[in-house]
Structures are given as C-alpha cells and as structure tokens.
Nanobody, 126 residues
C-alpha cells in the first residue's frame, strides 16, 4: 500500500520553529527524490524543498532558503522539514510528495509527483 503520512504541523508564533515529518511506505520512498509542497488559502500548491535519493542533493525555493532544511532517513523511510524563523506567510497546508526521479536538479514539478500525502496544517501567527 502506497502511503505518505505527514505530521508535526500546528500553530506557532512568528519567529518560532516546527519540524514536519513524513512517514512513507517503502514502495513510495525507495529510489526516488522526495519533496515538500505547500498550499496557502486561495493559492495554488507550490514547491518548497526537495532532497534526492542519497540525501546529498537539495533544492529550496528562495523564500525559505536559510530558514528551512529538508532531510531524509532512508533506513526509516522518513522525510523531514525543519522550519525555523517562521513567518506568517509560511502559513499553509504542507504536503509530502514522492517524485518520479532519484535526482534533484531543480524544483519538483507537480506533474512529476507520483504520490502525495494528505497534508498537515502549519499556522504562523504574527
């Protein structure tokens, strides 16, 4: 069964931190790049960060560089997104995503995502 299950969302004040986790099934996780997307109210879902299969290749959108860190634990089939210095504009539902390639050369395209999680809500108050 293919599964991506996010956790770790919640309400935090601006400047605070949260760590999102994504538990993946082996089928969805093995050999593929993983990423995080987010969707704010009234906006399209946007790419946030990606990590390649080996964990050495990373990509971030400019607005989160220096604040967010994506990582993965291949032994546990887990992906993480450490979010620091959170801003109200980071408020969104965050989705874990499994790509279709093992490498990361840029932002993941939504069209190239094989599997999505159901999302976890992050709310940053000002």
């Amino acid at each position: 069964q293919v599964q991506l299950v996010e956790s770790g969302g919640g309400l935090v004040q601006a400047g605070g931190s949260l760590r999102l986790s994504c538990a993946a099934s082996r089928f969805a996780f093995t050999g593929t790049a993983m990423g995080w997307f987010r969707q704010a109210p009234g906006k399209e879902r946007e790419f946030v960060a990606a990590v390649n299969w080996s964990g050495t290749g990373l990509y971030y959108i400019d607005s989160v560089k220096g604040r967010f860190t994506i990582s993965r634990d291949n032994a546990k089939y887990m992906v993480y997104l450490q979010m620091n210095s959170l801003k109200p504009e980071d408020t969104a539902v965050y989705y874990c995503a499994a790509g279709s390639e093992s490498v990361v050369t840029g932002p993941l395209s939504r069209d190239a995502i094989r599997y999505w999680g159901k999302g976890t809500l992050v709310t940053v108050s000002s």
